[in-house]
C-alpha cells in the first residue's frame, strides 16, 4: 500500500510557529521552508507528498510544480485548498493507496473522514518531523563515527608470504 499525504499549505503555515514567524517577514520564505521540510518528510517516510496552497483570492493562478519532487499545486480560481485537497482524496484513495490529509481544520477533518481519508493535525505533522530530523541526525552521527578500517586482516600464512616478499626471501 502506498501512503499519501495531502498538506494544507497554509493552514500548516499557520499553525507551526518557526513558518509563522517567517510568514510575518514574506510568506514565500514560509511556503519554501514548508516545502523543504516536506522533501525531507517525503524522503525519509517514502509518503508521496502533495502541499496545496489556496490561490482562492488569486485570479487565474492554477499551478503544479514539482520541487524536491514534492508535489505543489496553487488551487484553481474560486477553488479553495479545501476543496482542492477533498477532490484530491477522493481520487486518490482506493486499495492501493491510503491517503493522509495534513491539516488543523477541524471542519475539513470531518470531512476527509467521510472520503476515506486519514488526518495528521499540524501538531502531530510537526512530532513527526522533528523525529525524522532526530534519527537523520543520529545516523549521520553514526556514519562520522565509523573509523574506515586500515589494515586488511590477513590470515598468518598470507601475512608470512608478504614478509618473506618484503624482506627478498622468495
Do not use: H
Amino acid at each position: 500500500m502506498r501512503n499519501i499525504l495531502l498538506v494544507d499549505g497554509y493552514n500548516i503555515i499557520g499553525a507551526w510557529e518557526e513558518l509563522q514567524s517567517l510568514k510575518d517577514i514574506e510568506m514565500a520564505q514560509a511556503r519554501d521552508k514548508l516545502i523543504e521540510y516536506m522533501a525531507d518528510y517525503q524522503a525519509y517516510s517514502g509518503y508521496r507528498v502533495i502541499i496545496v496552497f489556496d490561490a482562492y483570492y488569486v485570479r487565474g493562478i492554477q499551478n503544479k510544480l514539482k520541487d524536491y519532487k514534492v508535489e505543489i499545486i496553487y488551487t484553481k480560481e474560486k477553488e479553495t485548498a479545501d476543496e482542492c485537497i477533498e477532490r484530491l482524496s477522493k481520487s486518490l484513495k482506493n486499495i492501493k493507496n491510503q491517503v493522509y490529509v495534513a491539516t488543523s481544520d477541524y471542519a475539513e477533518q470531518r470531512t476527509i473522514f467521510g472520503r476515506g481519508a486519514l488526518r495528521k493535525s499540524a501538531r502531530e505533522l510537526l512530532v513527526e518531523l522533528r523525529d525524522i530530523e532526530r534519527q537523520i541526525d543520529a545516523n549521520i552521527e553514526e556514519q562520522q563515527n565509523i573509523k574506515p578500517q586500515i589494515k586488511i586482516p590477513l590470515s598468518p600464512d598470507i601475512l608470512e608470504v608478504f614478509e618473506k616478499w618484503r624482506r627478498g626471501k622468495s
